[in-house]
């Protein structure tokens, strides 16, 4: 089955203690974001990759840092998180080219305090 | 990054349709979506529409594209109370984006 699967799905901190939020996909896609979704606002692009070792930033990327050592995992990174990067957060990946669905993960409820 | 907008409450009655309204920026969009998102769960893509056409028709579903004035509708006919959730228009801006609107929380009330 073809899916995009972050871990964990809920996660509360405390300001200052880094982690990692991880995000894997089977579909052999080039293409993979991080976004975040806030009341009101909508979805905002975090961060993005265009392939392995190909990264940049999006929207929103201050406070996150993101690697892509391989095609099937882009963890996103938070090295000393804030209570405004409590936050819901989504992996998306997708194949490219014209039409192409983009494909995006049950998404991390992230709480910082 | 382009503007999507779109109104964020909606309230419909059980059996009456529902008509999500959206508009966007960019006039070069290839593709417009709507996604789907219910209570605790992630993202469900509905449906697309490519830019070369006007409306699209799947089942209760009818998406309406007016370029011209870039907007973009969902229409859900026979609204159910399963349809309550939020939904997102999103314009593809690139293989590796797409812009999203606020979202409009949908309530279906008996």
């Known amino acids: 089955e073809a899916q995009v699967t972050q871990n964990p799905r809920y996660l509360i901190t405390v300001t200052g203690k880094k982690l990692t939020v991880t995000c894997s996909q089977n579909?052999?896609?080039?293409?993979m974001s991080w976004y975040r979704q806030d009341p009101g606002l909508g979805l905002r692009q975090i961060y993005y990759?265009?392939?392995?070792?190909?990264?940049d930033k999006g929207d929103v990327p201050e406070g996150y840092k993101v690697s892509r050592k391989e095609k099937r995992n882009f963890p996103l990174i938070l090295e000393s998180p804030s209570p405004n990067q409590t936050s819901l957060y989504f992996c998306?990946?997708?194949?490219?080219?014209?039409?192409?669905?983009?494909?995006f993960g049950q998404g991390t409820r992230l709480t910082v305090v | 990054g382009e503007d999507v907008e779109q109104s964020l409450f909606l309230s419909v009655r059980e059996g009456d349709s529902s008509v999500i309204n959206c508009t966007y920026t960019?006039?070069?969009?290839?593709?417009l979506y709507w996604y789907k998102q219910e209570p605790g769960a992630g993202l469900q893509l509905l449906t697309y529409?490519?830019?070369?056409?006007d409306m699209k028709q799947d089942q209760r579903l009818t998406v309406l594209l007016n370029k011209k004035d870039k907007h973009l509708s969902l229409r859900i006919a026979d609204t159910q109370t399963g349809d309550s959730a939020i939904y997102f228009c999103?314009?593809?801006?690139?293989?590796?984006?797409?812009?999203f609107g606020a979202g409009t929380t949908v309530t279906v009330r008996a």
């Open positions: 998306a990946s997708s194949g490219g080219g014209e039409g192409t669905e983009a494909f």
């Open positions: 579909m052999n896609h080039e293409y």
């Open positions: 990759s265009m392939n392995v070792e190909v990264t």
């Open positions: 960019d006039s070069s969009s290839t593709y």
């Open positions: 529409i490519f830019s070369n056409m």
């Open positions: 999103a314009e593809r801006e690139n293989d590796y984006k797409l812009s």
